[in-house]
């Protein structure tokens, strides 16, 4: 199944950092502990990797506040043989 890394921003005050906690709260705890929080390094993002079909099925599973800013990229984990293939795969 297909990975996506989903990165949600937010303000750099205190404020902001509760209120993000809490609004990622409010969609479950399984979803505050998924996540990893960059805000005691002054980069206030949220990231969390997550397994479903679509980048669409990715966007709909955060809050709705969320939804259209949020960074979605699939993601891929490579093995050095599946890399190899991929790598003659793009061969010119």
């Known amino acids: 199944m297909p990975k996506f890394l989903i990165e949600l ?3 750099s005050d205190f404020e902001a950092c509760k209120l993000a906690v809490k609004t990622v709260l409010s969609y479950g705890s399984h979803f505050l502990t998924n996540a990893e929080w960059g805000c005691e390094d ?4 949220c990231w969390i990797i997550v397994e479903v079909d679509t ?36 061969s010119y």
Do not use: C, G, W
């Open 9 to 11: 921003e937010h303000e």
């Open 42 to 45: 002054n980069e206030h993002k």
């Open 55 to 90: 980048k669409d099925e990715a966007r709909y599973i955060l809050p709705p506040v969320y939804r259209n800013e949020a960074k979605i990229v699939q993601i891929t984990r490579y093995s050095v043989d599946n890399f190899k293939k991929t790598i003659k795969a793009q």
